[in-house]
């Protein structure tokens, strides 16, 4: 068995070596605390366009206490408030996350007959990019603090060596 590690506060390579297996990943961390969040990209709640899922913790009716106003169509003071609300401390959160940025498995497939034909090494694998993040951001990505996050990336292949 063989374990290497490689990092310092940011990233971390780790290998591992374990008879024909091998496994390899590179694991991310990133400190952000102050990030803008899901209020700077949306609009009001009420409005005709999509909404986080966080709205739906709205104030409803006299009596409710809520971070997030009540539904309007059509209120200016609602808008201005909002507005207010939008761009205050609310609207940034922490945006430290630890990704899972590469996931390799790949496994030595070489036999004594692929030996004798000439070839010299063969490997079976599968490997994955972005797999998962751990964050406690408000907000689609804590990476691009946009609407679209890195995409998701599975490759399964054999590598043939003559």
């Known amino acids: 068995m063989f374990l290497l590690i490689f990092g310092k506060q940011r990233a971390n390579i780790i290998a591992l070596v374990l008879g024909r297996f091998s496994v390899s990943c590179l694991i991310q961390f990133v400190r952000q605390p102050y990030a803008p969040n899901y209020l700077v990209w949306f609009s009001r709640p009420g409005a005709l366009s999509n909404q986080p899922i966080y709205v739906m913790n709205r104030w409803q009716k006299p009596g409710d206490e809520s971070t997030i106003q009540r539904y309007s169509v059509s209120n200016a003071a609602a808008n201005n408030a909002y507005g207010y609300y939008q761009f205050s401390d609310a609207g940034f959160s922490d945006a430290s996350y630890i990704r899972l940025r590469n996931l390799y498995i790949a496994f030595d497939a070489l036999t004594q007959s692929m030996k004798k034909i000439g070839i010299k090494q063969v490997n079976l694998f599968l490997q994955g990019h972005n797999l998962f993040t751990v964050t406690s951001y408000k907000g689609l ?14 490759t399964a292949g054999v590598e043939i060596n003559f």
């Open 141 to 154: 990505d804590p990476e691009t603090q946009t609407f679209l996050p890195p995409v998701k990336l599975f």
